[in-house]
């Protein structure tokens, strides 16, 4: 502990904008990064939901981010599904997890929009006791009646789409989920109503955008007040794009409880616009927090014993410090859960949207999150310095890319894999001849960080080490140390340096 500590003091004292995504693959197994004085380091895939083998119906797709919890049995529970069955995988451990194709929650599917049961994700859960689990539910309105959207069409293949948040209780360990009648299940509708009319005079379609509150991440428990908090993500009706959400709440059972952040802090009751009238909903919208810093990241949460500070680990198309936008997995750190460092980056993906398809060659992944599963809660919300990255990919990879799935776009076949990841705060040592060619930079007294970058990325550093941005050097033989200026707020122009 004290050795941790001592190097989380000397990493607060010393935060520097360093060399982001030099990548030295040093193996086809085994991805080592440097970003921001962090080394990460992630081992080879391991398929944890193989859909080939073990899907219960065409759409058994893991189309959320994949939540893990221990039930009162000592059963490991994994879901990541979606409509209509919401299936989830039992086992004693990730290696083993076998398929219930009973149906954790039927979706009700039910067409009303002011009942707000539509199709339904179970997208987050939490338990005290192993016994009774709580989950945060994404609801997924596609309007089939309006002629602008696809009459009779109530699946995500409707464009028309209309969000909120709801809730559901097991009292079984997560074998099966009930929902309150409606409206009590509700903790986070969205003040507009449906309007399939687009509100934006610009907009290109004649449909509206998606918008409500939707994407639920796991809860976690805050490690001081006791409340437990979600992120979530808001798109809004005006096209005015995504952004990140929190709310908390002191009591799970009871949905209305819920409070969002209001900018100042969590006082903010989300109403439901078909219980009362909102003579302006604008000003009932959730507070954003953290924009210019995590963009839309929101996908899971927990407290990292390694950093000591909350993590968010989140999918995002993000600029990067020389201003390269890169589509990935990143991770923030935060002592409060409202500000966030600028994320490091984890992991690149391929997505059918520029500026995402420009490498083909890279996986179609997404829902991201890092969860230990030696740790000793139930909700796994406590990481460290180890743990597993674990996400959805497509399973082009294993030879069998399955039939065309119309609501996606593309193949059915979608995995659930994890890979091996740690973490490393790179302390100082003696530089000798295997570090030549390593960017050095250094972090104060005691700790420095280190990047084997090509030839143009050093010459760009350097650049920016020119204009005064950081002061850096390489290290022809490993003797030479370079300096760095101090401070978080040391940045280049537009924040991203």
């Not at 221990?70 to 989830?88: M, Q, S, Y």
């Not at 919300?381 to 399955?402: F, H, K, S």
Request: charged fraction near 20%; include cysteine.
């Amino acid at each position: 502990m004290t050795r941790i500590m001592s190097r989380r003091r000397l990493w607060l004292m010393s935060a520097i904008m360093i060399a982001q995504g030099c990548v030295d693959t040093t193996s086809s197994a085994e991805t080592v990064l440097v970003d921001k004085g962090v080394k990460i380091t992630l081992g080879s895939k391991e398929i944890v939901y193989d859909w080939e083998l073990s899907h219960c119906r065409l759409e058994d797709l893991p189309d959320v981010v994949p939540q893990f919890f221990r039930n009162h049995l000592g059963e490991l529970i994994l879901v990541a599904a979606g409509p209509p069955k919401n299936f989830i995988s039992v086992g004693s451990s990730p290696a083993n997890l076998i398929r219930d194709c009973t149906g954790a929650m039927d979706s009700e599917e039910n067409t009303d929009v002011t009942v707000m049961k539509p199709n339904q994700w179970i997208s987050s859960t939490y338990t005290t006791d192993g016994a009774t689990v709580h989950a945060l539910i994404h609801d997924e309105y596609h309007d089939p009646f309006a002629a602008a959207c696809s009459p009779g069409v109530f699946s995500p293949a409707n464009p028309c789409w209309y969000n909120a948040i709801s809730s559901a209780r097991s009292t079984d360990g997560g074998h099966t989920f009930v929902q309150p009648a409606s409206p009590s299940h509700l903790v986070a509708p969205f003040p507009f109503k449906w309007d399939p009319k687009p509100l934006a005079p610009d907009w290109p379609l004649t449909y509206p955008p998606a918008y409500g509150y939707m994407e639920p991440s796991n809860i976690i428990r805050h490690q001081s007040d006791g409340f437990y908090y979600a992120m979530f993500r808001r798109n809004d009706i005006d096209y005015g794009g995504s952004k990140t959400c929190i709310m908390r709440t002191a009591d799970l059972s009871d949905a209305a409880s819920w409070r969002a952040w209001d900018g100042a802090g969590f006082e903010l009751k989300m109403v439901n616009p078909y219980e009362e009238e909102l003579p302006d909903p604008a000003s009932q919208l959730c507070a954003p927090i953290a924009k210019a810093t995590i963009g839309e990241m929101h996908s899971n949460l927990s407290y990292n014993t390694y950093f000591n500070e909350y993590m968010l680990v989140g999918a995002d198309v993000l600029p990067d410090q020389d201003g390269e936008v890169r589509c990935g997995f990143w991770f923030s750190l935060s002592p409060d859960l409202i500000t966030w460092e600028e994320p490091r980056f984890l992991l690149e993906f391929f997505a059918p949207f520029a500026p995402c398809d420009a490498n083909s060659d890279v996986p179609g992944i997404g829902y991201p999150r890092i969860v230990d599963f030696n740790a000793p809660d139930p909700n796994f919300e406590i990481t460290g310095q180890e743990g597993w990255l674990v996400y959805a990919a497509d399973g082009y990879g294993d030879g069998n890319q399955g039939p065309y799935n119309p609501d996606f776009g593309g193949a059915f076949d979608t995995d659930v894999v994890r890979r091996p990841i740690r973490f490393e705060l790179v302390a100082v040592g003696a530089l000798s001849a295997p570090w030549a060619g390593f960017l050095v930079l250094s972090l104060g007294p005691g700790l420095i960080a280190f990047s084997r970058c090509s030839a143009a990325r050093s010459a760009t550093l350097a650049t920016r080490a020119e204009r005064g941005w950081l002061s850096s050097q390489a290290v022809p033989g490993g003797d030479a140390e370079a300096s760095a200026r101090h401070g978080r707020g040391d940045r280049a122009p537009g924040g991203w340096g």
